[in-house]
Nanobody, 129 residues
Framework: QVQLVESGGGLVQAGGSLRVSCAAS????????MAWFRQVPGNEREFVAA????????VAADSVKGRFTISRDNDKKTVTLQMTSLKPEDTGVYYC??????????????????????WGQGIQVTVSS
């Protein structure tokens, strides 16, 4: 079965950097887009960034453009979110996600939570002021 396992979160001061990674298994990783979302209690899950099946295209939320970079390694079946210039408002649980069902190879990169059908368990990122 599809499994997504996040790692690398933690506590960092504002202005610092942190990297979160997601290890995937149970599906043909190189065929599907991958994304990162985040959520804080009481709020909906928020799109952060996504990457196409081959890493050739990425999309990112305006709030993280220029600070966060998403990348993937199809040989290692991992997707990584490198976060720099972190702000307290970046605090949240970060989730890795993929869209496998009903996805046409080479299609556009989904950017809403409802378009993704498999999720990791999430990992906490806390940015202190």
């Amino acid at each position: 079965q599809v499994q997504l396992v996040e790692s690398g979160g933690g506590l960092v001061q504002a202005g610092g950097s942190l990297r979160v990674s997601c290890a995937a298994s149970g599906f043909i990783f190189r065929r599907y887009p991958m994304a990162w979302f985040r959520q804080v209690p009481g709020n909906e899950r928020e799109f952060v960034a996504a990457i196409s099946w081959n890493g050739g295209n990425t999309v990112a939320a305006d709030s993280v453009k220029g600070r966060f970079t998403i990348s993937r390694d199809n040989d290692k079946k991992t997707v990584t979110l490198q976060m720099t210039s972190l702000k307290p408002e970046d605090t949240g649980v970060y989730y890795c996600a993929t869209r496998v069902n009903d996805y046409a190879p080479g299609g556009r990169i989904p950017a809403t939570a409802s378009e993704y059908d498999y999720w990791g368990q999430g990992i906490q990122v806390t940015v202190s002021s």
